[in-house]
């Protein structure tokens, strides 16, 4: 598979929601699937990197389907309301780097 742009993603989830789902979720509805699926990738994480152990249940979890179905729901929740992730995600670089830019570097904790 191809590399795909943030905005391409939006347009593919877009064409995807249009052509089998129907409609989009209400944007309260798709903020609570969101939470879900991140809770779907915290019990993984906790299992994988943390000191849970897996459950037979936990097993057939994937880590990149689980972070798959996050970027789902939050391409699908910036397409409700109208926000150009590719756009907002530039300016948030630019606001990190200007807020943080020596911040990390001079901190003797890393």
């Known amino acids: 598979m191809a590399n795909i742009t943030i905005q391409e993603a939006q347009q593919r989830v ?5 052509g089998y789902g129907k409609r ?6 798709n903020m609570t699937i969101l939470t879900e699926e991140i809770g779907e990738l915290a019990r993984i994480m906790a299992r994988t990197y943390g000191e849970q152990s897996f459950k037979e ?7 990149a389907d689980e972070m798959a179905d996050v970027l789902w729901v939050l391409l699908c929740l910036a397409n409700q309301t109208g926000i150009n992730l590719t756009d907002a ?8 780097t200007k807020r943080d830019k020596e911040r990390h570097i001079n901190n003797p904790k890393l």
């Open 14 to 18: 877009d064409e995807w929601i249009r």
């Open 24 to 29: 989009y979720f209400s944007e309260l509805t």
């Open 57 to 63: 249940s936990d097993k057939s979890y994937d880590m």
């Open 89 to 96: 995600f530039e300016k948030n670089i630019e606001k990190k």
